[in-house]
């Protein structure tokens, strides 16, 4: 079955799910990678405060993403989705009409908060409606990410020759029109009841030994695929000739970006054969470790020194061919983790288990970067064997303790077909729990 019958044979709310992670990223990104220059150059702002501007926008979202998935099982991750989609219109808004730094920086909050409600609300949501098929929804959950990631951008290179506030003005319509439709067609669904407080949902959580053996075991996948914004593109600007740099990070993410959108859906497709999802997961890891071992490998043996296009593209080929091992690797463990995540929460606390795991693979992500920017400067180069190591053997350590939370049994079960579904006005007659209908 290709992408495209696998979407049509998706539920309607997964199916509107997908589509508005397509058109929410085409917004976000048509906006934000252009957000560092209007803060330099239009707003003077010195570097360092737009490092502490974008900072708090990331530390906004990845430091609330266990509150949005609490809500998001609390009152329901409709509403949570609606809400925090509306705040995001907001706050792009704000980057419309403020020209000073405070607004500037409510508006960082703004967004990257309505980023922490509706990201673990809509994973639970089509963790929940995708039942035994949730492996291929989060597969094209990837791809119409992928997709909409490299479409923004493109959008906003030409909205922004007519000024920062026309993008921001776009990014604020295309929210608040989403924001609208969801709360419109995305369907209502009952809200487990919960016994306690969110103290004691959090302490589920945080006790469930097997899911933080999991999360361990799984954090540096997140790690390892934001080095394509970071390694890979030093690598890629420090392979180019002298003034191809901007062109080879371009076509860097270009490949990798249409690497995920070909392969995805296969990969998931084949793998998804196997009802032990460990081996896969594994794989996933090992390959994404070992790729990043291939742009150093590559630099002690390819020796380019013209300045031609075609011996640049010579010279980035290795960091190309990486860029896709990267992508094969994240094709075939994304899916199933977010797979495993709902399936370690069952029916009651899934928007939380989402949210415990984005955190602390958010909170890991920071520090691996980190370790990994400090190895690479005492290395001297993108190029140098040092932090390739330290990325290939994370990913080699984690798919070893991968290996062995599978042969230990700790890794969720097969995936069991879901029952008949039941109708929505059957749903409602039986009243077992509360409509998380906000209207």
Known sequence: MNGIDTFRTMPLSVRLLLTNHLIGNI??????????????????????????????????????????????????????????????????????????????????????????LFNPAVRAYIARDSG?????????????????????????????????????????AIFAALAVAQWLL????????????????????????????????LMPMFALQSQIYFIFTLQAQDSAAPGHGPAAVAVLFVV??????VLQVRVTGVLARRPRRG???????????????????????????????ADTALRIAPVILAAILLAIGVTAVQPFVNEAIGRFAGDRLTGTYFGAFYLASGLFTVVATSVTGAVLDRAGGSLTWPPALV????????????????RSGTLPGPATPAPPSIPATARTAKGDGTDDDIR
Not at 134 to 160: C, E, K, M, Y
Not at 391 to 406: F, M
């Open 27 to 116: 917004g976000f990104f048509l906006l934000i990678p252009f957000l560092a220059d209007y803060l330099l150059e239009d707003l003077a702002l010195s570097a360092a405060v737009v490092g502490v501007v974008l900072g708090v926008r990331n530390l906004s979202q990845q430091g609330l993403f266990l509150i949005g998935g609490s809500a998001a099982d609390r009152i329901g991750a409709r509403g949570v989705i609606v809400v925090g989609i509306a705040i995001r219109a907001v706050g792009f808004l704000l980057f419309a009409v403020g020209g000073s730094l405070p607004v500037v920086l409510l508006a960082s909050v703004l967004t990257g908060f309505a980023g922490a």
């Open 132 to 172: 035994d098929r949730s492996a291929q929804a989060f597969a094209l959950f990837n791809v119409f990410g992928n997709a909409g990631s490299a479409i923004g951008p493109v959008v906003g290179t030409l909205l922004v020759a007519a000024g920062f506030q026309i993008s921001a003005l776009v990014a604020a």
């Open 186 to 217: 995305l369907p209502a669904a009952p809200v487990t009841r919960h016994d306690g407080g969110v103290r004691t949902d959090f302490a589920t959580v945080f006790s469930d030994r097997r899911f933080w053996a999991f999360a361990l075991a």
């Open 256 to 261: 990798e970006t249409i690497a995920v959108v």
């Open 279 to 309: 081996p896969a997961m594994a794989a996933g890891m090992a390959i994404m470790g070992a790729a990043f071992l291939v742009p150093p490998a590559a630099a002690g043996i390819v020796r380019v020194t013209g300045t031609s296009p």
């Open 391 to 406: 990325c290939a053997g994370a990913g080699i350590l984690s798919a070893a303790a991968i290996v062995a939370l599978h």
